[in-house]
């Protein structure tokens, strides 16, 4: 583990000229898309539910990870992303991408998992369960390795009674699920 990005949508050729898929597999090499900008992907769809994948080809399951995804929402269900543990191709966890009408930024962090494990996918959905259109722009997905076991060992400690205090205001906390959670703070 360098620290250095593991995968960056923005050096893979193959992110802007990708291709959808039905949804019927979980991690399809087969995809496609009418939709590019030439800088976002742009998914729409009304009365069904069309999918994206990326594979990495080393994301083992031992280390953390950081991702980052850009995303907007502009109608309908907001983009759903799931983490994909390859060893059994099933996600193991998912959630949907912020409804915001301008490009956002999703931080979450991946504890390590088996130590043998395959690596992960990432899988994202763009679904329409009606005749309303839903549309969502995926504009970058960044992972990097986290020490994740070092960074959950630190602790700070107060030196002077004087040290000046900063307080965070938390807008929002979800937690999905037990080892995920999405915090949003006051800019």
Do not use: W
């Amino acid at each position: 583990m360098t620290g250095e990005l593991t995968y960056d949508s923005g050096s893979d050729p193959n992110f802007l000229a990708h291709t959808e898929h039905d949804c019927t597999r979980t991690l399809s090499t087969k995809q496609r898309t009418v939709g590019d900008t030439g800088e976002v992907l742009e998914f729409n769809n009304v009365n069904n539910e069309r999918c994206f994948d990326i594979l990495p080809i080393d994301l083992p399951q031992k280390y953390g990870y950081l991702i980052e995804i850009q995303s907007k929402h502009i109608s309908g269900k907001p983009l759903q992303f799931a983490l994909v543990n390859k060893m059994v191709e099933k996600t193991d966890f998912e959630l949907p991408l912020p409804t915001n009408p301008s490009f956002q930024t999703t931080y979450l962090v991946i504890p390590p998992g088996q130590p043998d494990g395959l690596g992960y996918g990432l899988h994202f959905s763009n679904i329409s369960t009606t005749q309303y259109l839903s549309i969502n722009r995926l504009r970058s997905v960044k992972v990097t390795p986290l020490p994740y076991t070092y960074l959950t060992t630190l602790h700070t400690q107060q030196t002077s009674e004087r040290a000046q205090q900063k307080q965070m205001e938390v807008l929002h906390t979800t937690n999905a699920f037990p080892s995920i959670y999405t915090v949003t703070l006051t800019p």
